[in-house]
């Protein structure tokens, strides 16, 4: 998100009572921040895994892609929001956008915008990283052929909810231009072998001379639709982006609603058809 000029005027203001006022940022090393209280390690957390971690990569990149291929062939409707506010707790503007991803009679996959009140942010405006990212990195998906782009480390094992999972911080090895990238956490099923949880940031934040483009902290939760993968169903931030003439709060909700595979006359929704057991998000 790239920080509006016209805030630069208030910049001394919100750094000087920044340290004071401003939300604590998802980063922090705190049991529990703006996200709400995070998974706890289960007694289970340092029992002998059944296979070497990288072997346990290997497969559960194998059905992510598996997972991939079979989600592109699903329509499903997306709603977006993003608020802002300053250091002081102010409200500012807000960016909100209704859309179906759908498919011609040809079978082409596009994206149709069917509500997008003008957009009211004053002191950011969303980037095409942004909305890059909302397509790709908020949803985030590791598979087989996204693997060499990545080093993955084994963290040992949380419950989340009633899912026991694996946990394995994951960074990108090097930034290539132009290209976006996921840095954070995530959990996948140690049943199903899919990404049940993902914590993280879209990287690299883009700093030149002037030009600001940072991006918050988020949280998705994905939800066994179909009874054999895990599709995501919820992804929300709440985060200070630090601006060099300031800080901004921004709180982004994203809903993954209504799947449904191309062709198919059985309706799926996001938050009904799930079996007992899966990870909740959280009230909003």
């Known amino acids: 998100m790239r920080q509006r000029k016209t805030l630069g005027t208030i910049g001394g203001l919100l750094a000087a009572g920044a340290l004071l006022l401003l939300a604590p940022r998802l980063g922090a090393q705190t049991p529990q921040g703006p996200l709400g209280p995070q ?20 497969r559960f990149a194998a059905k992510e892609a598996e997972f991939k291929g079979a989600r592109d062939n699903y329509t499903y409707s997306q709603y977006v929001r993003v608020r802002e506010s300053d250091a002081f707790g102010k409200e500012g503007g807000q960016f909100e956008r209704t859309s179906e991803i759908i498919f011609s009679p040809e079978g082409r996959r596009y994206e149709k915008i069917v509500r997008e009140p003008p957009a009211t942010l004053r002191m950011v405006s969303l980037s095409r990283e942004d909305l890059e990212d909302l397509e790709n990195i908020q949803p985030f998906v590791l598979t087989t052929a996204e693997l060499p782009k990545y080093n993955i480390e084994y963290a040992g094992r949380e419950q989340v909810d009633e899912i026991s999972t694996y946990v394995f911080r994951v960074a990108p090895k090097r930034m290539e231009k132009n290209q976006r990238y996921f840095e954070g956490t995530i959990w996948v ?15 690299p934040d883009v700093r030149r001379g002037k030009q600001e483009n940072l991006f918050p902290t988020f949280e998705t939760y994905r939800q066994n639709i179909d009874g054999k993968y895990w599709f995501p169903t919820y992804t929300r931030a709440d985060d200070v982006l630090h601006f060099s003439h300031g800080e901004v709060r921004i709180r982004m909700v994203v809903r993954y609603r209504n799947y449904k595979q191309f062709g198919s006359t059985v309706r799926i929704t996001g938050v009904e058809e799930v079996k007992p057991g899966l990870p909740k998000p959280p009230l909003q």
């Not at 998974?39 to 290997?58: F, G, H």
């Not at 990404?195 to 879209?202: D, F, P, Y």
């Open 39 to 58: 998974s706890k390690p289960s007694a289970r957390e340092n029992a002998p895994l059944p296979l070497p971690a990288e072997e346990i990569i290997r």
């Open 189 to 203: 099923d140690d049943e199903d072998l899919q990404i049940v949880k993902t914590r993280g940031k879209a990287v």
